[in-house]
C-alpha cells in the first residue's frame, strides 16, 4: 500500500521558517494537501492541489511538490502555528494521510 | 454557516456494529462528495471511506473494506458509516468530511470537517 513518511517533529522560533516534507513514491505526479490540527479541534485544510491556499488561510503557509517530496513552508511562523501537520495525497481512489509532524514554536 | 454534524459513537464489544451518521447543513449537499476520516488515540489521520455525490461510487481503506458501508441520503442530508465486526483498532474519532470541489470526478481535499464522534471498541 502507498505510505507518505513525515518527520516526526519540527522545531522553529518565532519568525523564522519552518519546513515540513512529506515523501512518497512518485508524490509529484499526484496532487498532495495539508492539514493542520491542533488539540480538541477538526482539521483545517491550510494548502490543496500542491500550492494552492483556501480562503482565510494566511500568506505565510506556502506549498511545493515534485519528484517524491512535497513541502510544506511556514514562513515567519507565528505562535499560533504550533500544531500537528498531515499531508494527504490519493493513491488508486484510496485517500492516504501522512505520518504527521507536530510542529514546536520555540 | 456551513456545518457537519457526526453522532452514533459509543461503546461497543468486540465483533459488534454500530451505524455513525453526518448531519450536514449550510450548503448543497448533494453537489459534494463526501469522506470518513479517523484519528486513533495518540495516533494519526486514516481516511476510512468516501463516496460521491450520488452514491453511486464509492472507496474504503484496506483496513476496513468488507466489514464498513458507506452511504448517503441527499434527500435528509445526511452520510452514514455502517461498521460490522468491529474490532479493537477501529477505536477511534470518526469525522466526517466534504470535498473541497462540488462536482469533483476525484477526491481531491477536505474543507469542511464535523467535530467528529468517538467509536471505542472494548470488551
Known amino acids: 500500500s502507498y505510505e507518505l513518511t513525515q518527520p516526526p517533529s519540527v522545531s522553529v522560533s518565532p519568525g523564522q521558517t519552518a519546513s515540513i516534507s512529506c515523501s512518497g513514491d512518485k508524490l509529484g505526479s499526484k496532487y498532495t494537501c495539508w492539514y493542520q490540527l491542533k488539540p480538541g479541534q477538526s482539521p483545517v485544510l491550510v494548502i490543496y492541489q500542491d500550492s494552492r491556499r483556501p480562503s482565510g488561510i494566511p500568506e505565510r503557509f506556502s506549498g511545493s511538490n515534485s519528484g517524491n517530496t512535497a513541502t510544506l513552508t511556514i514562513s515567519g511562523t507565528q505562535a499560533m502555528d504550533e500544531a500537528d501537520y498531515y499531508c494527504q495525497a490519493w493513491d488508486s481512489s484510496t485517500g492516504v494521510f501522512g505520518t504527521g509532524t507536530k510542529v514546536t514554536v520555540l | 454557516e456551513v456545518q457537519l454534524v457526526e453522532s452514533g459513537g459509543g461503546v461497543v464489544r468486540p465483533g459488534g456494529s454500530l451505524r455513525l451518521s453526518c448531519a450536514a447543513s449550510?450548503?448543497?449537499?448533494?453537489?459534494?462528495?463526501m469522506s470518513w476520516v479517523r484519528q486513533a488515540p495518540g495516533k494519526g489521520l486514516e481516511w476510512v471511506s468516501g463516496i460521491n455525490w450520488n452514491g453511486g461510487s464509492t472507496g474504503y481503506a484496506d483496513s476496513v473494506k468488507g466489514r464498513f458501508t458507506i452511504s448517503r441520503d441527499n434527500a435528509k442530508n445526511s452520510l452514514y458509516l455502517q461498521m460490522n465486526s468491529l474490532r479493537a483498532e477501529d477505536t477511534a474519532l470518526y469525522h466526517c468530511?466534504?470535498?473541497?470541489?462540488?462536482?469533483?470526478?476525484?477526491?481531491?481535499?477536505?474543507?469542511?470537517w464535523g467535530q467528529g464522534t468517538m467509536v471505542t471498541v472494548s470488551s
Open positions: 449550510g450548503f448543497t449537499f448533494d453537489d459534494y462528495g
Open positions: 468530511a466534504r470535498d473541497l470541489i462540488p462536482g469533483a470526478v476525484v477526491t481531491d481535499a477536505f474543507d469542511i
